[in-house]
């Protein structure tokens, strides 16, 4: 290790945690050949250019891209994907080996020193072996590290061959070391596999580390922490337990995360000789060590103690959207870019946009907005940031033409998701419908609601009270017009099956069902005080549901329905209530079905 490296780290390592880490780290790094091959790293590593592109405005440099190969596994790993499974993109949509390795390139060129593959499951891509010897020549261009994350069902035969064509470290994911809660918590058998490609990654030659991903969650299988603790006694091996995460649609419950803390309670109990020992630069797990044991510890702590202030990654998903951070929902796809056929400097400048776009941190626990971001199988991997839409700036492509903003938000929900990419501005920047030809046709339904205030007269009219006189002459004519409620129902169902009439970009659908209500309300106003009589309210609620057979959703027609249902109710009515009425609160509260899954509405 080269002097000056070696000094700074070894002030950083004894600044950071204390003289008893710095003699560890010494004794560990002094002289050995994998130091040796570290400084050798290190040398050419401060010979490369370090792309400004890859640099965010909090200076921090990414180095590391994690790569999606693909959104299918073969496990349904309940915190990593929602119940009713995940929607695919079509396969036309997801990155080529070509344009992975184009990418990978222009990555590591840029100053991306480690590549981890990840997925879905890696594995079941066709042709990984490939695509692991094609990253595996991007060694010379200052690529040092290939890393994959699996869930090692389908690994043990294959994993010689993936070590000979470059792979040099290696995650596994298994949570417990129980078969019969594996199939609780993967929803799929496989335990043995899991445990055969583990004993093949430990028995491998070739591989320079080998990592077990554990996600621990209360009442499952956090009574295992210290069993897992005990496969470090003599295998070299990394244990990391990760905090659970919350992603769309994976039913995150704040009680059912653990934090790390609580989790080295639980072992520095059994064990109070565990040390603290020096993390990996930039990794995401803070390591431990007890005395004697052959691997160590690492607890990536990414919910109750976050290490946004050393990341370093970016991520590219298998349909080659770039993600700058795991709780970001922004998305910029580098795909559509490619596709287009842009030049190598255009597609780093979207990318430098994208990266400049980095959030300093990521929210605290309570405020993480799951309701925007991808189901994690969708993503790959591990680690956070707060979703938020940022201000949409202008953006201009080398040539000087301006685009809209490259921000994708395609996931959207409380408890699911909804898309706000912007669909419907092409990347020249101009209007355009989206093109659904390859899209699958399944169920779709969506409810919308929304709701006019009325004068009191109004609904005395509506309810038939008998507060009414039906000789006035208002009256009469307001009621000439016909039953409001009526009218106003078969004009929202009128009104929604021309959704696609009226909104310019909207694509018609084949509805199958559309039912209406409309239910007047009458209720306390507010801003009333205590004891105010004329405080109450009067209203009528529109609620339209919508559902179809289709390739895109039925959101639009639902939210014109009860539009049209209330612009309604106002002509209907505004012969006695004038011009006081007002509409408003028009949402939708629920869909079901289509790539982004369920949405409920929260209160
Ligand atoms: N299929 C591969 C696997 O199982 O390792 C790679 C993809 S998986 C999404 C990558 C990692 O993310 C796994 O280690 C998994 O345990 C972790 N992960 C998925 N969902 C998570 C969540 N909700 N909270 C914490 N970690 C999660």
Known sequence: MSYQRSSWLCSAVSRKYGPTCLRYYSQNTRTTPRAKAQSKIAHIDAQRQFSPALVDSFHRRHDYLRISLTEKCNLRCFYCMPSEGVELSPADHILTDDEVIRLAGLFVRSGVTKIRLTGGEPTVRKGLDGIIR??????????????????????????????????????????????????????????????????AALHSQGLRSVKLNVVVVKGLNDSEVLDFVKLTVDKNISVRFIEFMPFTGNKWDKAKMVPSSQLLDIVSREYPSITRAPDELNDTARSWKIPGHAGSLGFISSMSDHFCSSCNRLRLTADGQIKVCLFDAKEVSLRDEMRRGASDRELLSVIGRAVQGKQEKHAGMEDIDVITNRPMILIGGIQPRKSRVRSLSRSYLLDGTLLLPHIHRRWSSSSSQSSLHLTHIGSDGRPCMVDVGSKDVTKRSATASGRIYIPRSAYDLVTESSNVDFTNKTIQKARSKGDVMTVAQLAAIMGCKRTSDLIPLCHPLQISNVSVT?????????????????????????????????????????????????????????????????????IVAHKTGGKSGDFTRGP
């Open 518 to 586: 409309l239910t007047p309300e009458r209720g306390v106003c507010p801003a009333s005080q205590p004891g105010d009589e004329g405080a109450l309210e009067y209203s009528i609620k529109c609620t339209a549901t919508v559902a179809c057979e289709g390739k895109t959703g039925v959101e639009m027609e639902a939210l014109t329905a009860v539009s049209i249902g209330l612009l309604t109710v106002w002509d209907m009515l505004k012969a006695v209530a004038g011009k006081e009425m007002k509409i408003g609160e028009i």
């Open 134 to 199: 094609r990253l595996n020549e991007l060694r010379p261009l200052g690529l040092q590290s290939i890393g994959m994350t699996t869930n090692g069902i389908a690994l043990h035969r294959r994993l010689p061959l993936y070590v000979e064509n470059g792979l040099t470290h290696l995650n596994l994911s298994l949570d417990t070391l129980d078969p019969f809660k594996f199939e609780i918590m993967t929803r799929r058998p496989g335990h043995d596999a899991v445990l055969r490609s583990l004993s």
